[in-house]
């Protein structure tokens, strides 16, 4: 159980960051972090209600990161011009 809630706390937010980086998109991140999630609720991996919760606690972290990091890349983007 333990282990679930490590994992539930740094994958999720990890995944919205590396999908939003490779998509360019914050919210496409999210949604394929979501995607991912709701699979593995449907294949039987997650079970407990405190997963769920640090499920979402992480992707909204990772939400946050994810749009500050394109918010600077593109204030840099527009200082180049």
């Known amino acids: 159980m333990?282990?679930?809630l490590v994992v539930a706390a740094v994958f999720p937010c990890f995944?919205?960051?590396?999908?939003s980086r490779v998509t360019f998109n914050?919210?496409?991140?999210?949604?394929l972090t979501v995607a991912l999630i709701v699979a593995s609720v449907y294949k039987?991996?997650?079970r407990t209600w405190p997963?769920?919760?640090v499920d979402a606690a992480s992707l909204t972290?990772?939400?946050?990161f994810a749009n500050t990091m394109i918010r600077k890349a593109?204030?840099?983007?527009?200082?180049?011009k």
């Open 2 to 4: 333990i282990v679930q």
């Open 15 to 19: 995944l919205v960051i590396f999908f």
């Open 26 to 31: 914050q919210v496409i991140g999210l949604i």
């Open 44 to 46: 039987g991996y997650t």
């Open 51 to 53: 997963v769920y919760i």
């Open 61 to 64: 972290i990772g939400f946050y």
């Open 74 to 80: 593109k204030m840099k983007k527009e200082m180049k």
